[in-house]
């Protein structure tokens, strides 16, 4: 797959209004220019060394780890104390009138660099709006790593026996999943918050979990449909491996790449889920903080303390735009057709013979 | 394939019908509809309320025997006798206004799906034409962005910084300030300037053309105050006809193609011309089904233009015809809505705030047929804006990844290699197999859109489907939940269906049978 449409996407990338007749020394050049960038490494090696290239890829999984970092160690975890001053339950007395945020930047409206004791502001009961938010993204957090944990596994083990055993495992199998995706997701959590007081962080992330798998599991089994034709799962048949053995050692690594950008994608949507939910009055509901839980407490202060409104919808577009393009940094890692189309700088000068110049 | 229909409309029967009983089950767990009436400090009132909700909602059948109950009443439809139970917060029979609720969501949802669809589909190709290019980059950085929005967090930013300031501009006289004029003109002038090709000279005529062009039209609207009675008149008309016939013909069969172009062309001459005809025969008693007669009337009018000038492929130019008579159609109308803006804002029930921030119509508004377009429109505009924005990026990914896999392919290097033009090799080849995997995404979405407007219907305080589903869950209310549930069910499982029927018969190697 590598030296068919070389060319093409040359013109692709060139948009050249007149079509060209192929270029065969040009496509051997950049075929060459391919296979020497991943000749001698395994194919982990091939998938780390694209996603590391992804440059907005790279800069969102920075600024998520650093958001993580951040929210960590400013307010502790649990009995841990962090380095900020306040937590999201302590109660001081508003500093500025109606406790408008202390952070002060140059061009911004401020006169100087300033952080002062409530950057992002306090609201009407005098809580410090950073501390909040910070325990917003580690509850946040908590969430998307329990609702990813759980879904995978199911998604993954209800795709895989469904597609690798089909007949009446798949019929039911998939029955029950096209039964659990028209279930709306706001009806399980209002009767979970209902039944059994589920309005904390890990039973909505337990909720979420237990009902967001359906996807996931029509793909892998669309994986494993294909994958189980393939004749390195008869070889390891014939040589006597178990069914077990052939789903989790032969044809789950191999759709490995499907597995890991979705459940990429889910952690980013789960969280507008989670979000959405606190709208609605379902999902995390105060005492237990939220993003979610923090912005639609806060939706009717736009217009009186827009800042209570504005910061955690913030820290809510950072994280899920980060999560999003990881996820599209590893689908290009994962894709074995991605093709990284070499500058023509880097061509000329990795080939000595002069080749076409495209503007 | 009818016995493969089939089989998938029982499969789908059944799971409708298991996934109501789990549903029925949550929601006879979900809050006890007596909840309310426990509230009531007259013992005898309560007692009676009490006894007289137990008897209509079956409160003493244990809850699996009251699924049956409640299964037979929505049976009858069947033999046209619809029952979905009363609602004990409106004190009605559900059915009574379910359709109405399905109409005002459609109205909501639908504009904004088939602009997101549309426009998604465009910047797709675009981006995958100019693949890694800085409109590429810009474009998906931006589809992220806004995919990355809760929809109300972007619905309190609209109603705060788009219809609030909109209208007090309107207000204040319709000056447009120099910044907007300006960023206008640097955003299409660096747009068009990174989507030409070829020399730098001619990137930056190109771009700085258009970037002059649209300051332009902006301070001629501002200084004429164009917004606050805004119209085409036949001028206008003449270029945007002009525009669109060429384009068009470029679109579906070039220029070169001398026959298309005529077609396209008498199509517009003929849509411009009829233009201060139609004035009268709008301003008679306009309905909605006159409009669409004219629409369908156009649209026939395009095709016979097209057979008229006929040529070696009279397909192609009755195909241009009819979707320049379709656009042109759509400019005349967009001319009449826009000359009914200036008395729809000086209406009583309006007081010159135009752009509306809740709600699905204005009440107390009287007004002839144009007067209430623009009604309807000043109410979708928001929610339309807040969904297209969030939706766009997924149908702009599909689109840009669909179409980079076809140009990948063979056939694309086979056709670029025989000399079809470039315009051929993307219309006809590439785009065309690109849409296969597309069309199946827009059913399936579709087939959600009644559910997915639960967010929409409560931030803009429309009230439709959403609206049952969400106050019915609050209220304790078993039945509306429940009719919205079974309505959105069965629209999901047609539509899954269908868009599993969609891909075989577009894909001619997927065989139905073999599923």
């Keep these: 797959m590598t030296a068919p449409g070389a060319p093409d996407l040359q013109h ?64 502790g975890i649990g009995p841990i104390k962090g380095w900020w001053q306040w937590t999201p339950y302590d109660r001081p007395v508003p500093q500025n009138p109606r406790g408008e945020p202390t952070l002060s930047l140059p061009f911004f409206g401020g006169t100087g660099f300033a952080i002062g004791d409530h950057p992002m502001g306090q609201d009407e009961t005098g809580r410090d709006l950073f501390a909040a938010i910070m325990r917003g993204v580690q509850n946040t957090m908590v969430v998307i790593i329990i609702l990813a944990l759980l879904s995978t596994t199911l998604g993954v083990v209800i795709g895989a026996v469904s597609g690798y055993f089909g007949g009446w495992w798949d019929a039911a199998l998939m029955r029950f999943t096209d039964t659990i995706i028209i279930i709306p997701v706001i009806l399980i959590a209002a009767v979970a918050g209902y039944a059994i007081g589920a309005s904390g962080v890990l039973p909505v992330a337990i909720v979420l979990g237990l009902f967001l798998w359906t996807g996931l599991a029509r793909l892998v089994r669309a994986e494993f449909l294909a994958l189980r034709e393939r004749e390195f799962v ?48 379902f999902g995390i509901r105060p005492p237990d903080i939220s993003l979610g839980s923090l912005i639609s407490q806060y939706t009717g202060a736009l217009t009186t303390r827009p800042w209570l409104f504005i910061w955690p919808g913030v820290f809510i577009i950072i994280i899920v735009l980060c999560i999003q393009f990881i996820g599209d940094g590893l689908r290009d890692a994962f894709d074995p057709r991605q093709k990284r189309i070499p500058k023509q700088k880097d061509l000329k000068e990795a080939v000595s013979s002069p080749s076409e110049a495209t503007p | 394939m009818a016995i493969y229909i089939v089989r998938r409309l029982i499969a789908g029967f059944f799971v409708v019908l298991g996934a109501s009983f789990i549903v029925y089950i949550l929601v006879a767990n979900a809050g006890d509809p007596l909840t309310s009436s426990y509230g009531i400090t007259d013992p005898v009132a309560r007692a009676q309320r009490i006894s007289s909700l137990t008897a209509s909602l079956n409160l003493d059948v244990n809850p699996v025997f009251r699924y049956f109950l409640w299964l037979k ?16 917060t409106t004190n009605q029979p559900v059915t009574g206004d379910l359709a109405g609720r399905i109409l005002i969501t459609l109205k909501l949802v639908l504009a904004a799906t088939i602009l997101a669809v549309m426009i998604g589909i465009a910047i797709g190709i675009i981006t995958a034409l100019r693949q890694y290019s800085g409109f590429d980059y810009t474009i998906t950085f931006f589809t992220f962005l806004f995919f990355s929005l809760p929809l109300f967090f972007v619905a309190v930013l609209l109603k705060e910084f788009v219809a609030i300031q909109f209208n007090d501009f309107i207000t204040k006289g319709a000056h447009i300030p120099w910044w907007f004029i300006w960023t206008a003109a640097l955003v299409v002038g660096l747009t068009v300037y990174s989507l030409t090709r070829g020399q ?12 002059v062009l649209v300051g ?57 011309v009829l233009w201060y005809p139609l004035q009268f025969v709008f301003y008679q008693g306009m309905t909605i089904w006159i409009l669409l007669g004219l629409l369908v009337l156009a649209i026939a009018v395009g095709i016979g233009i097209g057979y008229l000038w006929g040529g070696d492929d009279p397909g192609v130019s009755a195909r241009t015809g009819a979707i320049t008579a379709l656009l042109m159609s759509a400019v005349i109308f967009l001319d009449r809505t826009m000359q009914a803006w200036g008395p729809y804002t000086a209406n009583e029930a309006i007081r010159g705030r135009p752009i509306k921030t809740i709600g699905d119509s204005q009440a107390g508004l009287d007004g002839d047929f144009w007067i209430q377009t623009v009604d309807v429109f000043t109410h979708l505009l928001l929610p339309t804006l807040a969904l297209i924005l969030i939706s766009l990026a997924s149908y702009t990914r599909y689109t840009r990844a669909s179409m980079l896999e076809v140009l990948n392919q063979d056939y694309i290097r086979t056709a670029r290699a025989k000399g079809l033009t470039e315009r051929t090799v993307v ?4 785009f065309r197999n690109a849409m296969i995997p597309l069309a199946t995404i827009v059913a399936f979405d579709i087939g959600g859109l009644l559910g997915g407007a639960v967010i929409t219907e409560t931030v803009f305080q429309w009230d439709a489907m959403g609206r049952l589903f969400q106050s019915g869950l609050v209220n304790n209310d078993p039945n509306p939940v429940m009719a919205f549930f079974l309505v959105v069910a069965i629209v999901a499982v047609l539509f899954n269906i269908l868009a599993d029927l969609l891909y075989a018969a577009l894909d001619p190697r997927i065989r139905v049978g073999s599923l």
């Design chain 2, 216 to 272: 332009g039209i902006l301070y001629y609207m501002s200084v004429t105050q164009w917004l606050l009675d805004p119209g085409l008149g036949p001028i206008v008309i003449a270029i945007l006809g002009l525009g669109i016939a060429i384009g068009i013909t470029e679109l579906t069969a070039g220029v070169r193609n001398k026959k298309a172009l005529r077609t396209a062309l008498t199509t517009a001459a003929v849509g411009l």
């Design chain 2, 427 to 430: 219309m006809r080849h590439a």
């Design chain 1, 234 to 281: 008869d070889a390891a048949r014939v040589a006597g491996a178990s069914s077990r053995r052939i789903i989790f050692k032969h044809i789950l690594p191999n759709s490995v790449g499907v597995v890991v950008v979705n459940t990429t994608l889910l952690m980013g949507a789960g969280i507008l889920i989670e979000v959405g939910l606190s709208f609605l009055g």
């Design chain 1, 12 to 75: 692709v990338a060139g948009g050249t209004a007149v079509p060209e007749p192929p270029d065969v020394p040009n496509r051997a050049d950049e075929t060459s220019f391919e296979q020497k960038e991943t000749v001698g490494l395994s194919q982990a090696q091939i998938v780390r060394r694209r996603f590391f290239r992804h440059r907005g890829a790279m800069i969102s999984l920075i600024v998520l780890i650093f958001v993580l970092l951040l929210s960590v160690t400013s307010i």
């Design chain 2, 73 to 88: 009443g929505v049976a009858g439809c069947f033999v046209g006798q619809c029952d979905f139970g009363y609602s004990i």
């Design chain 2, 200 to 211: 730098l000279n001619r990137r930056l005529l190109f771009g700085g053309g258009a970037a």
